[in-house]
């Protein structure tokens, strides 16, 4: 058994917090680097260059690259022999982005109540977290800051089995385009087909994490995501909606198995405000 202090656990989720929130990741800051090249519409070259000048800022100054700082979203893979001792895992991250969005000014996002008060938490707590037990003795924290604007444009549909794969397409590229300016594209598109209802959208926000360029490990799977993102750049809607022909930046699969009577689909949309990272302890 390898003993982990809630204290260290709450340090590092702090740190990690403010700097996802400052920081986009080096592989979506390449993928619009190497987009502004591909992207036809002048306005929209003009665009990534602002994007990518908003990320330097942010960096550099240290504040939150976006406004919306989004719902903090945790995968944790715990190992089985990590003894957590001194309080419990999921109080220490809630602390850690507590303490993250106070010392790190960042806009409070999240509202208590979802229908009647709509009551603003005031420190971005509680936050979403999917627990994993794995072997080993190491816990894994991945984060993501997920915003409004971009998940209020993502769907999930229950598709028949005879609807195919050609269905399945066609629910995605739908998303897409109806996501159009107001998700702030470029995107990163998560997908999750298969599981259950909700299993399926939980996949689609998982394969939100893989690094851009980064291909499913099944080749049919990967031909899949190569099609749907030429398919989605044919769509026209460009960098923020103003037309163009980079919409996204990568899609990304997950699968699972399936109930014979059922083809879950869900398409999670990432703006580009694409904050995410991952550290082990
Ligand atoms: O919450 C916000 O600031 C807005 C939102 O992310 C949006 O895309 O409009």
């Known amino acids: 058994m390898r003993e982990i202090?809630?204290?260290?656990?709450?340090?590092?989720?702090?740190?990690?917090?403010?700097?996802?929130?400052?920081?986009?990741?080096?592989?979506?800051?390449?993928?619009?680097?190497?987009?502004?090249?591909?992207?036809?519409?002048?306005?929209?070259?003009?665009?990534?260059?602002?994007?990518?000048?908003?990320?330097?800022?942010?960096?550099?100054?240290?504040?939150?690259?976006?406004?919306?700082?989004?719902?903090?979203?945790?995968?944790?893979?715990?190992?089985?022999?990590?003894?957590?001792?001194?309080?419990?895992?999921?109080?220490?991250?809630?602390?850690?982005?507590?303490?993250?969005?106070?010392?790190?000014?960042?806009?409070?996002?999240?509202?208590?109540?979802p229908v009647f008060e709509r009551r603003n938490t005031g420190d971005n707590t509680p936050a979403l977290i999917y627990f994993d037990i794995v072997p080993g003795d190491r816990i894994k924290i991945k984060f993501a800051a997920k915003g409004g604007g971009s998940e209020n444009q993502s769907k999930q549909a229950m598709l028949k089995p005879a609807d195919g794969l050609e269905g399945i397409k066609k629910f995605i590229l739908k998303t897409i385009a109806n996501a159009g300016p107001n998700a702030c594209p470029p995107f990163t598109v998560g997908v999750g087909i298969g599981g259950t209802f909700d299993y399926s959208a939980v996949l689609a926000k998982k394969a939100l994490f893989r690094p851009i360029g980064d291909r499913h490990p099944d080749p049919a799977i990967a031909m899949l995501e190569e099609e749907l993102l030429s398919l989605a750049n044919q769509l026209g809607v460009g960098p923020l909606g103003f037309g163009g022909t980079v919409t996204a930046v990568d899609v990304k699969i997950e699968v699972a198995p399936v109930h014979i009577a059922s083809l879950p689909v869900a398409v999670n949309i990432q703006c580009h405000a694409n904050r995410h990272s991952e550290i082990e302890i």
Do not use: W
């Open 5 to 113: 202090h809630v204290s260290e656990i709450v340090e590092k989720v702090k740190n990690m917090v403010m700097d996802t929130e400052y920081n986009l990741p080096e592989d979506f800051i390449k993928s619009l680097e190497t987009a502004k090249a591909f992207e036809e519409s002048p306005v929209g070259r003009e665009i990534i260059e602002t994007i990518l000048e908003n990320a330097k800022v942010a960096s550099i100054e240290k504040v939150a690259y976006c406004q919306d700082t989004g719902y903090p979203v945790f995968f944790v893979e715990v190992g089985q022999d990590v003894h957590i001792v001194g309080g419990n895992i999921k109080d220490a991250i809630n602390e850690g982005v507590r303490l993250a969005t106070r010392e790190g000014y960042l806009r409070a996002s999240i509202a208590f109540d």
